[in-house]
């Protein structure tokens, strides 16, 4: 936040109040100064001159009754300015329930990553700062004003800053909400734009959090002496409610935006465009054109027919025919019917701004920019002019574009017709090729299966060619074979005087058995396959 020291408005207002019981820790005194000196002092005047705020000289205040807990710089003598008043209502000495003051208001202001990190380019106008008790934690409120337009840029620039800072530094993205009332100018805010950041404590730096949030041009940062900011949300919405209390009827605007410093020269530089108004600017549209000879005009209900696709086979093994595919042609572009040119355009032109952006020029003491109404209509003039010049420029443009569409129409649907002729072609080679090789698939199953069979039929053969043999030679050594009587009892008992048959004589192992193998069917031997014709023409 901005460190420019100001004397408040009032000896009631800028002596600090002494709280019995409370003292400021060494902690939190340490990096409340940090980079507080006396040659801030001049560098704060220059900046705020160039920024445009009204400097004006004011009586030496009337020393504090109590030490503040950061050393003192020289003062800015500023005129009041509701950005002080603003200050002073939001850091009184209990803004909130709860909280109890450890300090007197000082009108400076700093981070506890200054040191470490360094500051945005964008700095403060005025800013004061105020140590507090809430709870058991102390936190260090600094609340800071900006010029007209400048808070959105300044916060954004302090949080790319924090967010790149190497190492120490962690930041994440947070949010504070504050119900506002009224209209947009009387500080009605939804969600504020909110980050944390906090860092480690090493060797000669405590640690250290903080929350920034900011209102218009107004941030506020609540830091405490610690690397956690818990409680910091919490506390910073009681806060914030105070300061958006504040700036009601002091600040024009709370939800500006970066956009809005274009319309202040010392934030945007060459980027300045001060407070615009559209205007709009038109022009006829050019009627369709007459076609030119050898030019057909298309139908506007004129679509290409939809494009085939090839689908490009394997090429099988030599001989084939037809022996190679088509020439490729390539797929065309369907032309695309130009869009009717723009007969309307929009020219900013600037306008007075006497409210200013953001909390406005009156929040911090500034000046309006100067502002010629005669020179400032001239080049609304010279920009509508260029835009009525532009509109006709493509109008023209569009009247040639439709000629030269309607002599594309029918070359594309020559292209169109010669692709798909391609495709066709493709298409009849793919389906010869297909039934070559699928002839030829036919055939090597054919010609497989006959193997087969030719294998089993002859296996099958020699086979009972063999068991035969064996099976002859059986038989023959059953024939030569002497028979053995069959055995009888050596005492046979006497039985019925009839005749008892004498024991037939045999051979072991005879007759022998037939090996069912002979009795097995041999397979049929199918036709010998022929192979497939050469598919060459003769």
């Known amino acids: 936040?901005?460190?420019?020291?100001?004397?408040?408005?009032?000896?009631?207002?800028?002596?600090?109040?002494?709280?019995?019981?409370?003292?400021?820790?060494?902690?939190?005194?340490?990096?409340?100064?940090?980079?507080?000196?006396?040659?801030?002092?001049?560098?704060?005047?220059?900046?705020?001159?160039?920024?445009?705020?009204?400097?004006?000289?004011?009586?030496?205040?009337?020393?504090?009754?109590?030490?503040?807990?950061?050393?003192?710089?020289?003062?800015?003598?500023?005129?009041?300015?509701?950005?002080?008043?603003?200050?002073?209502?939001?850091?009184?000495?209990?803004?909130?329930?709860?909280?109890?003051?450890?300090?007197?208001?000082?009108?400076?202001?700093?981070?506890?990553?200054?040191?470490?990190?360094?500051?945005?380019?964008?700095?403060?106008?005025?800013?004061?700062?105020?140590?507090?008790?809430?709870?058991?934690?102390?936190?260090?409120?600094?609340?800071?004003a900006y010029s007209a337009g400048t808070g959105a840029v300044a916060?954004?620039?302090?949080?790319?800053?924090?967010?790149?800072?190497?190492?120490?530094?962690?930041?994440?993205?947070?949010?504070?909400?504050?119900?506002?009332?009224?209209?947009?100018?009387?500080?009605?805010?939804?969600?504020?734009?909110?980050?944390v950041a906090w860092i480690r404590a090493t060797d000669g730096r405590p640690a250290a959090s903080a929350l920034f949030w900011r209102r218009g041009d107004m941030i506020a940062v609540l830091a405490t002496p610690s690397a956690s900011p818990d409680g910091l949300a919490s506390a910073a919405i009681s806060l914030d409610r105070v300061l958006v209390g504040a700036l009601a009827g002091r600040c024009a605007d709370v939800s500006s935006t970066v956009a809005d410093a274009a319309r202040t020269p010392w934030v945007a530089g060459d980027g300045f465009t001060g407070l615009t108004a559209p205007i709009t600017v038109t022009v006829a549209p050019s009627p369709i054109p007459s076609p030119p000879p050898g030019v057909a005009a298309v139908?506007?209900?004129?679509?290409?027919?939809?494009?085939?696709?090839?689908?490009?086979?394997?090429?099988?093994?030599?001989?084939?025919?037809?022996?190679?595919?088509?020439?490729?042609?390539?797929s065309p572009t369907a032309p695309l019917a130009p869009a009717p040119a723009p007969t309307l355009s929009i020219v900013p032109s600037r306008e007075?701004?006497?409210?200013?952006?953001?909390?406005?020029?009156?929040?911090?003491?500034?000046?309006?920019?100067?502002?010629?109404?005669?020179?400032?209509?001239?080049?609304?003039?010279?920009?509508?002019?260029?835009?009525?010049?532009?509109?006709?420029?493509?109008?023209a443009l569009y009247v040639a574009d439709v000629v030269t569409y309607w002599q594309q129409v029918p070359v594309y649907d020559a292209e169109a017709s010669a692709f798909a002729a391609y495709v066709a072609q493709v298409r009849t080679v793919a389906e010869a090729w297909d039934r070559i090789q699928q002839e030829r698939d036919d055939y090597d199953r054919a010609l497989a299966d006959y193997n087969a069979t030719l294998q089993t039929r002859t296996v099958l053969l020699q086979q009972q060619e063999q068991a035969q043999a064996a099976y002859d030679a059986a038989v023959a050594a059953c024939a030569t074979a002497s028979p053995t009587p069959a055995p009888t009892d050596?005492?046979?008992t006497p039985t019925a005087p009839t005749a008892t048959p004498s024991p037939t004589p045999t051979v072991g192992g005879c007759p022998p058995p037939r090996p069912p193998i002979l009795d097995a069917p041999v397979p049929t031997l199918p036709p010998m396959p022929s192979p497939p014709p050469d598919p060459r023409p003769s």
Request: hydrophobic residues 45%; aromatic residues 6%; glycine residues 10%.
């Open 490 to 492: 050596a005492t046979p």
């Open 352 to 395: 007075p701004d006497p409210t200013g952006p953001g909390c406005g020029w009156a929040f911090t003491g500034q000046v309006e920019p100067p502002f010629d109404a005669a020179r400032e209509q001239a080049l609304a003039d010279a920009r509508i002019a260029q835009a009525q010049d532009d509109l006709a420029g493509q109008q």
């Open 1 to 144: 936040m901005g460190r420019h020291a100001a004397p408040p408005p009032s000896r009631s207002s800028s002596r600090a109040r002494s709280n019995p019981g409370r003292t400021t820790s060494t902690a939190t005194a340490g990096f409340l100064v940090a980079g507080a000196g006396a040659a801030l002092a001049v560098a704060t005047l220059v900046g705020i001159a160039a920024a445009g705020i009204d400097l004006a000289p004011r009586p030496p205040a009337a020393a504090a009754a109590s030490p503040t807990p950061a050393p003192t710089v020289p003062r800015v003598a500023l005129s009041a300015s509701p950005a002080q008043a603003a200050v002073l209502a939001t850091l009184g000495p209990a803004p909130a329930a709860g909280w109890v003051t450890a300090s007197g208001l000082s009108w400076t202001g700093g981070t506890p990553f200054d040191a470490t990190c360094g500051r945005p380019a964008a700095d403060a106008a005025l800013s004061g700062t105020r140590i507090y008790g809430v709870g058991k934690r102390q936190l260090v409120a600094t609340v800071s």
């Open 155 to 195: 916060f954004d620039q302090w949080a790319q800053l924090l967010g790149r800072c190497a190492g120490p530094v962690s930041r994440t993205a947070t949010s504070i909400g504050a119900a506002g009332s009224g209209a947009r100018t009387a500080a009605a805010a939804s969600a504020a734009d909110a980050f």
């Open 299 to 330: 139908a506007p209900t004129w679509t290409p027919s939809p494009l085939p696709s090839p689908s490009f086979p394997v090429r099988p093994a030599d001989p084939l025919w037809p022996t190679d595919l088509p020439t490729p042609v390539v």
